[in-house]
Structures are given as structure tokens and as C-alpha cells.
T-cell receptor
Framework: GDSVTQMEGPVTLSEEAFLTINCTYT??????LFWYVQYPGEGLQLLLK?????DKGSNKGFEATYRKETTSFHLEKGSVQVSDSAVYFC????????????FGQGTRLTINP | GAVVSQHPSWVICKSGTSVKIECRSL??????MFWYRQFPKQSLMLMAT?????????EQGVEKDKFLINHASLTLSTLTVTSAHPEDSSFYIC?????????????FGPGTRLTVL
């Protein structure tokens, strides 16, 4: 079945550092890809998405490009802030049936001032 | 836009009682809602898919008689944990599907923390 694999955390960086969180997927079709963020004590929020190969999703300085050839959707940000500390989830949604989301295991990110 | 609410945000109950959690899409209609369970420091586990006007579809291993789902309208789905026990304590999250075929996105509620004593 479909699956998503994220780099293991936790990840700790200093403010203004460059961030990459790796995400690869396995899917039989051509899924849509998502990054969700969960801030402490809150529910998941959609951060960005891409629906087809070579699409780039972007929001709040974060970017991810849908790479079909490497089945990847890595999350990047050029300069992180303390407020970016959260858990980040990569997910895919197939385009069949109920279009269920399949989540990666999540990566906890901590940014130190 | 695309806001999903859950009520209550937290609940504590005694073992053996039933608890109902509501999930509402506030500014859009959702024919499909999803219920997830999240354990501490872990990912979300899909429990069931809730379709308006029909029976929910449960994932393998989820007891449908224990976790009753009712999608009574296009803006409301409820999850009832029946005869709750301490092992049912968890963070329950709903989501609602919004958008057309190629722009389909799930929007999540803030979650409900259930503690069974």
C-alpha cells in the first residue's frame, strides 16, 4: 500500500539556520502531496501542498517540490525562526475513492534562539 | 475559510461511560469527514471515513461498535466512544474534505483530548 517516510527527529537548529526535512513516498498512482504542521497544543494545519509532478508548494517561507523521479517532497526553509518549532508531517493523498491521507511519522523541530 | 471545529476540546470521563465528540465544518459543506487517533509523540492513525447520509467506513482493527460515527449533515459528524476504558484515552482529531477533484484538501479540527479514569 501507499506509504510515507520522513527523516527521523528530533531536529534541533539555531535561529536563521537552513532547514531541510526529507520526505519520500511510495504510491501506485500519482498522489497529491502535503506538509502539515502541528504547533504545541494545537491541531494540524495545512502548510503547503502540490498536486502534480514538478509543482512547488510554498507558504510562510517554506517550500517543497514534488519530485516524481525521486518520489520525494522535501520541506525546506532558508532561515528558520523560533516560532517554527513544531511537529511537521508529510502526507499523501491518492486520487481514488475516499482520498484518504497517509501520514509520515512526523518530525519534531526545535529552533533555539 | 475552510475552518473545522471540534467540541469538546478535552473531556474526562469515568470508565464504562460513553463520550460524544462533535466535528463541524464552519464555512463549507463536507460530504466526507475523517476521524483520526493520535498517540503521544506519534503520527495520526486513520480510524474511519465518515460520509454524509451513509455508514462510516472503518479501518482494519478499529471496532465499529465501540467507535460509533454519525454524519448527520453536510457540516456535522460525531464520534461516540462507547463504554470507554482507560486504553481509549487519546487525542482524537477530525478532518473535513474540501475542494474539487484536483484541489482536494483535508482541513483538520483542533482535536479532542479524551482521558478515561
Amino acid at each position: 500500500g501507499d506509504s510515507v517516510t520522513q527523516m527521523e527527529g528530533p531536529v534541533t537548529l539555531s535561529e536563521e539556520a537552513f532547514l531541510t526535512i526529507n520526505c519520500t513516498y511510495t504510491a501506485t498512482g500519482y498522489p497529491s502531496l502535503f506538509w502539515y504542521v502541528q504547533y504545541p497544543g494545537e491541531g494540524l494545519q495545512l502548510l503547503l501542498k502540490a498536486t502534480k509532478a514538478d509543482d512547488k508548494g510554498s507558504n510562510k517561507g517554506f517550500e517543497a517540490t514534488y519530485r516524481k523521479e525521486t518520489t520525494s517532497f522535501h520541506l525546506e526553509k532558508g532561515s528558520v525562526q523560533v516560532s517554527d518549532s513544531a511537529v511537521y508531517f508529510c502526507a499523501l493523498s491518492d486520487l481514488q475513492g475516499a482520498q484518504k491521507l497517509v501520514f509520515g511519522q512526523g518530525t519534531r523541530l526545535t529552533i533555539n534562539p | 475559510g475552510a475552518v473545522v471545529s471540534q467540541h469538546p476540546s478535552w473531556v474526562i470521563c469515568k470508565s464504562g461511560t460513553s463520550v460524544k465528540i462533535e466535528c463541524r465544518s464552519l464555512d463549507f459543506q463536507a460530504t466526507t469527514m475523517f476521524w483520526y487517533r493520535q498517540f503521544p509523540k506519534q503520527s495520526l492513525m486513520l480510524m474511519a471515513t465518515s460520509n454524509e447520509g451513509s455508514k462510516a467506513t472503518y479501518e482494519q482493527g478499529v471496532e465499529k461498535d465501540k467507535f460509533l460515527i454519525n454524519h448527520a449533515s453536510l457540516t456535522l459528524s460525531t464520534l461516540t466512544v462507547t463504554s470507554a476504558h482507560p486504553e481509549d484515552s487519546s487525542f482524537y482529531i477530525c478532518s473535513a474534505r474540501y475542494g474539487g477533484a484536483s484541489t482536494d484538501t483535508q482541513y483538520f479540527g483542533p482535536g479532542t483530548r479524551l482521558t478515561v479514569l
